[in-house]
């Protein structure tokens, strides 16, 4: 596959401990991914994600309700950050909050979100976490699986663009699954994302 001269310009929106946020920083570092982290942003003043940015010289920024009580005015200041950082494409990395209007208008076909089943099996609103895999073993499905797909103004309706399967075990708890699907979605965002840059 043909390598991308320029790296992609990514930026990465998270909510909680940042661990898919390290992965493609990571990833970028050891050329695994051409691409480069221009802007992380949180809404939680007080995550991982937000951390990790720090500790890693990476440019962030805390976005939420205590720092635009508005929601216009929030979606205009996520624009604003996005624009200005010149990201090119937009990675949903454990992001808990519906994106804005505006951000969905300049952005789309480029705002990517990572699901832990086989979409459009177990998503929408509140499947997310322990709660997809807890329908997924109480529905005794031999598969679950990673989708990688473009984010739209409902949870987990845009179109997929790349799914791989994870099989469920004999025997296999909440935990367990969730851990086997985790590690295997991290590895496929990686593989989606040098992709995407290869084909851009």
Not at 2 to 20: D, F, N, V, W, Y
Not at 187 to 198: D, E, H, R, V
């Amino acid at each position: 596959m043909a390598t991308r001269q320029s790296p992609l310009r990514l930026a990465i929106l998270a909510s909680g401990e940042g661990t898919t946020l390290e992965a493609i920083a990571s990833a970028c570092a050891n050329r695994e991914l051409t691409g480069e982290i221009v802007v992380v942003i949180s809404n939680n003043r007080d995550s991982g994600a937000l951390r990790r940015a720090r500790e890693s010289s990476l440019h962030y920024v805390h976005l939420s309700a205590l720092t635009h009580t508005n929601p216009e005015e929030l979606d205009g200041a996520m624009l604003e950050a996005l624009v200005h950082a010149k990201a090119e494409l937009v990675v949903l990395a454990g992001f808990m909050k519906k994106v804005g209007p505006r951000v969905l208008a300049a952005f789309s076909g480029r705002i990517l979100n990572t699901h832990p089943a086989l979409l459009p099996k177990y998503g929408g609103h509140g499947m997310y976490g322990r709660r997809v895999h807890e329908a997924v073993l109480a529905a005794l499905e031999p598969n679950s699986g990673v989708s990688v797909h473009l984010v739209t103004g409902e949870y987990d309706a845009g179109p997929v663009i790349a799914q791989v399967q994870v099989p469920v075990l004999a025997g296999d708890t909440v935990d367990t699954l969730a851990e086997r699907v985790q590690t295997v979605e991290r590895t496929f965002l990686i593989q989606t994302l040098q992709g995407i840059a290869c084909r851009s």
